[in-house]
């Protein structure tokens, strides 16, 4: 492998353990808030970290990556032992701030699932829908737990942050962008669109049926 292969392995690498630890951070307050015990946050911050990954490996026919490397089961482990222990009261953490640390891992979590979908041959349309499925099915499974609707069917802008982001990486690569590159701008890219739809409520209409007025 030459010195720039092993630059972007070693990025891709650290880039898919950050989006990790803040999805098991997201699912760790969301367990938090609804104030279950200590296995019950680390169920949440695993089905939220590696969730999507799973399904994604799983479809791909490929090993589950945490299953071959047991590092990010441990960083699951630590990041759930440090929520419990500092951060005492979790309705204080302000709703927006588990959004926003929801918004990084599924910027992160699209791109990587983009990636890994090429590198495995696989179609430029189902590298993207890989991408999606690896950023928002561990948000959805966790919101399910929790008996809520999940992020992904509600009118925000979830899903549609996750196909820019594996959209941009494609169309990037595709026209010679190194990867390091096309993975940076394709995260900025979908994390900028769900922090707008955060910060400035903007959302996708939502349909409506109304049984009353048809019959």
């Given at each position: ?19 990790v630890i803040v999805f098991a951070l997201s699912g760790a ?187």
């Amino acid at each position: 492998m030459d010195p720039i292969e092993n630059q972007i392995s070693t990025f891709l690498y650290y880039a898919d353990i950050f989006g990790v630890i803040v999805f098991a951070l997201s699912g760790a307050l969301v367990a938090g808030r609804y104030r279950l015990d200590p296995f019950g946050v680390m169920v949440l911050a695993a089905v939220t970290a590696v969730g999507g990954g799973t399904i994604r490996d799983i479809i791909l026919g490929v090993p589950v990556f945490w299953t071959v490397q047991v590092e990010y089961i441990i960083i699951i482990f630590f990041t759930s032992i440090f929520t419990i222990f500092l951060i005492r009261e979790p309705r204080l953490v302000p709703r927006r701030f588990m959004l926003i640390a929801d918004a990084f891992g599924l910027a992160l979590f699209a791109v990587l699932g983009t990636h890994k979908a090429l590198i495995n041959d696989q179609t430029i349309l189902t590298a993207i829908i890989m991408g999606t499925i690896t950023g928002v099915a561990g948000g959805m499974i966790r919101d399910i737990i929790c008996n809520q609707i999940p992020l992904i069917l509600r009118k925000e802008i979830y899903a549609t942050a996750a196909l820019l982001g594996g959209s941009l990486y494609v169309a990037l690569s595709y026209i010679g962008w190194s990867e390091y590159l096309a993975g940076l701008v394709a995260m900025l890219g979908a994390l900028i669109l769900r922090l707008v739809g955060i910060y400035w409520n903007v959302s996708l209409p939502a349909f409506k049926f109304d049984d009353e007025l048809n019959g």
